[in-house]
């Protein structure tokens, strides 16, 4: 399977962003698929997770209450709605499928198929 992310850009501070996660090659049905972002000099840090079964929502703890992660398994779309940004978001964000056994897991290690990265750019 691979995955594209779409749907970055350039927001002012308080602003809102949808990012999206396309999925092709195969379902993602199955599959729990997450968010990281990262910024130069740095590691992958967690943004949200969100399991396909009984779509259990995991949130990094900077996103929660921001951030929403929603899935259209029919679609092989899972979205990551970004609301009241702060400079502090600015990052490339990427989408990526969890390894299956890792339950629960924000190390970005347990997860293997990643998409490209988008940036993401918030102003102050």
């Known amino acids: 399977v691979q995955l594209v992310e779409s749907g970055g850009g350039l927001v002012q501070a308080g602003g809102s962003l949808t990012l999206s996660c396309k999925a092709s090659g195969g379902t993602i049905r199955e599959d729990t698929i997450g968010w990281f972002r990262q910024t130069p000099g740095n590691e992958r840090e967690f943004v949200a997770s969100m399991t396909s079964k009984y779509d259990l929502k995991y949130y990094g703890h900077s996103m929660k209450g921001r951030f929403t992660i929603s899935r259209d398994n029919d679609k092989n779309l899972v979205q990551l709605q970004m609301n009241d940004l702060k400079p502090e978001d600015t990052a490339v964000y990427y989408c990526?499928?969890?390894?299956?056994?890792?339950?629960?897991?924000?190390?970005?290690?347990?997860?293997?198929?990643w998409g490209q990265g988008i940036q993401v750019t918030v102003s102050s």
């Open positions: 990526t499928r969890r390894l299956p056994g890792k339950y629960g897991s924000l190390r970005a290690e347990d997860y293997d198929v």
